[in-house]
């Protein structure tokens, strides 16, 4: 497999700054590609980044979707220290994530939170009805 390190200057050194792999990787500031197409070490910028999903978070609004009883999130949250489909601290740490599948998942809870929101509203105006009528 043929594989070449350019520098951007043209100078000599001992670290990769541009590497091309006979696979078709590539790195920048690393040569260490396995598994992915594109590595880069340290920061990147763009304008924009197009991420290609095959699943979107819409499910949450479907008729079937059963959204966890408060009490049974709080019990999750207070055992576990996260939220329930959210990677750890330590997963992220050790394994990186994928921004695609971070925002599905992030999408789905702000869903979850608008579902919540919308039966506490109908609880509270129909605890409002009743306090109307009681005070009758």
């Known amino acids: 497999m043929l594989e070449q390190t350019f520098s951007i200057t043209g100078e000599v050194t001992n670290t990769d700054v541009f590497v091309i792999k006979g696979d078709g990787s590539v790195g920048i500031g690393t ?11 340290e920061k990147i910028r ?3 980044i197009d991420v290609n999903l095959t699943a979107w978070s819409d499910f949450v609004f479907k008729d079937n979707y059963t959204l966890q009883p408060l009490n049974e999130l709080e019990t999750y949250i207070a055992n576990n220290k ?20 971070m925002n599905a998942i992030l ?3 702000v869903e979850e939170l608008t579902l919540y929101m919308i039966a506490i509203n109908k609880r509270m105006k129909a605890l409002e009805e009743e306090n109307k009528q009681l005070k009758k």
């Open 46 to 48: 763009a304008r924009e």
């Open 107 to 109: 999408l789905q809870k």
């Open 31 to 41: 040569s260490k590609t396995t598994g992915y197409q594109l590595s880069v070490e």
């Open 82 to 101: 996260h939220l329930p489909d959210v990677p750890t601290e330590k997963e992220v740490l050790a394994n990186g994530v994928s921004l695609g599948k």
